[in-house]
């Protein structure tokens, strides 16, 4: 089955730039569904970062536009989150996940385990 | 942006009993919306998509109804392994804008 492994530094500092980088597995990146970055700050909700699509085609959140790059690696099979100028209010869980998009129903149906990025000095 | 609401923040249900989570939009998603479940040091689970419908695997105890701006996710039967957060979830925009509800957590009364 496809399973998402997030994988990049647990620690980047203050006016950095966060780089994550997610691994599909089982399955290939270029199937008809959009892969997606959400993000949850230590004992607080969800934030939906952003997407991409095997063909290129990127959505983001107007309030983190500024700041968001997803690319796509299709020979590799992973996509990747570049966060630049980060502050200790990125410090957060990032999942990856899937995002089905089928008779206009889009829902995350697969999500990676998350790994914790802090932003400190 | 479409806001989502979630209330109560926190439900203490004895196991057996019947659990209702609100959720409201701040303007029609129609059906729209999305329930997960996280456990603590997880990644959320998806529960229902399209308001109603269960996603694979998921439990005939989980329901959800509602369309337009209210919503409710019941579990008929709360049984050890259902205590948790559980966040709704719109997806109405376009170009789509996410948006994930505060979250309620069920915990053991």
């Known amino acids: 089955q496809v399973q998402l492994q997030e994988s990049g530094p647990g620690l980047v500092k203050p006016s950095g730039t966060l780089s994550l980088t997610c691994a599909v597995s089982g399955g290939s990146i270029s199937s008809s569904n959009w892969w997606s970055w959400v993000r949850q700050p230590p004992g607080k909700g969800l934030e939906w970062i952003g997407e991409?699509?095997?063909?290129?085609?990127?959505n983001y959140n107007p309030s983190l536009k500024s700041r968001v790059t997803i690319s796509v690696d299709k020979s590799k099979n992973q996509f990747s989150l570049k966060l630049s100028s980060v502050t200790a209010a990125d410090t957060a869980v990032y999942y990856c996940?899937?995002?089905?998009?089928?008779?206009?129903?889009?829902?995350?149906?697969?999500w990676g385990r998350g790994t914790l990025v802090t932003v400190s000095s | 942006e479409i806001v989502m609401t979630q209330s109560p923040a926190t439900l203490s249900v004895s196991p057996g009993e019947r659990a209702t989570l609100s959720c409201r939009a701040s303007q029609s998603v129609s059906s729209n919306l999305a329930w997960y479940q996280q456990k603590p040091g997880q990644a959320p689970r998806l529960l229902i998509y399209g308001a109603s419908t269960r996603a694979t695997g998921i439990p005939a105890r989980f329901s959800g109804s509602g369309s337009g701006t209210e919503f409710t996710l019941t579990i008929s039967s709360l049984q050890s392994e259902d205590f948790a957060v559980y966040y709704c979830q719109q997806y109405n925009n376009w170009p789509p804008l996410f948006t994930f509800g505060p979250g309620t957590k069920v915990d053991i009364k």
């Open positions: 991409i699509y095997h063909s290129g085609s990127t």
């Open positions: 996940a899937r995002r089905i998009a089928v008779a206009g129903d889009w829902y995350f149906d697969l």
